[in-house]
């Protein structure tokens, strides 16, 4: 803030980019779901569309129906299968 104004600005840097490394496939449909809100319709958000582009998911495979994460909230086992 300078003289009472405040002044916004983007930043010209480019993202960082990361690699998530072990992430359970109900966890990036957890991401794929928030990517969906964040990056159209009215609460898209460029910086987060950016961040997300250059950011690499390492999928673990699920072995095993495990319940945790985001399958909970979608109602699916880990793995992504329908019952169990």
Known sequence: MRNGTVTVREDDDPPPRYAFLGVRPC???????QGWVLTGGAYADSVYGLR?????????ECTELCGRGAARRFGRPCCGRRGG
């Open 52 to 60: 997300r582009a250059s950011a690499f998911p390492v999928v673990a």
């Open 27 to 33: 966890d990036l449909r957890a991401v794929a779901v």
